[in-house]
């Protein structure tokens, strides 16, 4: 669920642990000061998403915020939005309601969101803007921490600089996608954090895998 560059667990068409990263950066080393188009390839270098492979339509989520300043204790929370999900009750009862608190000081370093929040920006869109898939269920909304400074670095779909509502930055999201395959996605590189001391949290990654028929080993 952590690290960069990106590591993926797929079994089965499904994407049990993921980070970002690679799903955001193309890029070319070959000239000292980089270049648009590969000199291999002939393709386009520079953001994914702005080279026809956008991260949002594999893993369901898009880079929205990154610190400058790494200090864990300004990190943020989430809070549940779906606690009748099947992800919070099966196996192990995760024992939260609408509201309550998960993952906590787990929000920061990078953080992603949903393709509609990044398009909900204060400037018009350059193209026509993409469309979400169906079926993405956000389980949880994650914010900067009260009285914390916000990201230093907020932008929206374009790339252009922007602030998001409220200070919601991040989220939690399961997608069943309708070509097969299903997607669990924290939406932050400081996801594992709360593993060893959140019993809700850790639960609900319990559930996770063991709905994702993961074995034990």
């Known amino acids: 669920m952590t690290g960069i560059p990106v590591l993926w667990n797929a079994e089965n068409g499904n994407i049990k642990n993921e980070e970002r990263g690679s799903t955001l950066w193309n890029i070319s080393h070959e000239r000292p ?3 648009l188009f590969h000199s291999q390839d002939k393709l386009r270098g520079g953001l994914l998403r702005e080279a026809g492979f956008p991260a949002w339509k594999l893993i369901g989520l898009e880079s929205a915020t990154w610190w400058v300043d790494y200090c864990n204790d300004r990190f943020g ?3 549940v939005t779906a606690p009748d999900h099947f992800l919070f009750h099966q196996p192990n009862p995760v024992k939260l309601q609408m509201g309550d608190s998960l993952g906590i000081g787990c929000i920061g370093h ?3 969101l949903r393709l509609p ?3 909900k920006s204060r400037k018009v869109p350059p193209t026509e803007p993409p469309v979400e898939p169906e079926g993405i269920v956000t389980l949880a909304e994650g914010f900067n921490k009260q009285g914390a400074p916000e990201p230093e670095t ?3 779909y374009y790339s252009r600089p922007n602030s998001f509502p409220e200070n919601l930055i991040s989220e939690i ?3 069943e996608r309708t070509n097969g395959g299903k997607i669990f996605n924290v939406g932050s590189v400081g996801a594992a954090w709360p593993l060893l001391k959140e019993e809700a949290y850790s639960n609900l990654l319990k559930n996770v895998l063991f709905n994702f028929e993961t074995e034990s080993k």
């Open 173 to 175: 999201i399961y997608w």
């Open 154 to 156: 907020q932008f929206d």
């Open 117 to 119: 929040r990044l398009l």
């Open 33 to 35: 000061n980089g270049e």
């Open 110 to 112: 990078e953080t992603d």
């Open 77 to 79: 929370s989430y809070r």
